[in-house]
């Protein structure tokens, strides 16, 4: 089991850019596979990216494709999505996941420790 713990959300206007952090502990952090997800009110979780344990292999949700990127620094235990062009749809609450296994990265089912999410606001 790892503790993850995000940070680097807040509010930002259409257009601009934030990077999202998500800190693990208590694991081997290079032994997991990573995802975002994000949920707005009312709606539910969605995928946004996954980053195999090495980091040679991503996964993009198509809403997100070409502006997110998702990158880790297995030395810092730190996986991070910089987030680009941002869009009011964008707004969401976000959230970095582990997981051990499974082979369909979209699927929340599949990951077995989330943090506690971190607020993204995009005005228009």
């Known amino acids: 089991q790892v503790r993850l713990v995000e940070s680097g959300g807040g509010l930002v206007q259409a257009g601009g850019s934030l990077r999202l952090s998500c800190a693990a502990s208590g694991g081997t952090f290079s032994s997991y596979n990573m995802g975002w997800f994000r949920q707005a009110p009312g709606q539910e979780r969605e995928f946004v990216a996954a980053i195999r344990w090495r980091g040679n292999s991503t996964l993009y949700a198509d809403s997100v494709e070409g502006r997110f990127t998702i990158s880790r620094d297995n030395a810092k235990n730190t996986v991070y999505l910089q987030m680009n062009s941002l869009k009011p749809e964008d707004t969401a609450v976000y959230y970095c996941?582990?997981?051990?296994?499974?082979?369909?990265?979209?699927?929340?089912?599949?990951?077995?420790?989330w943090g506690q999410g971190t607020q993204v606001t995009v005005s228009s």
């Open positions: 996941a582990a997981r051990m296994w499974g082979s369909d990265w979209s699927n929340p089912m599949e990951y077995d420790d």
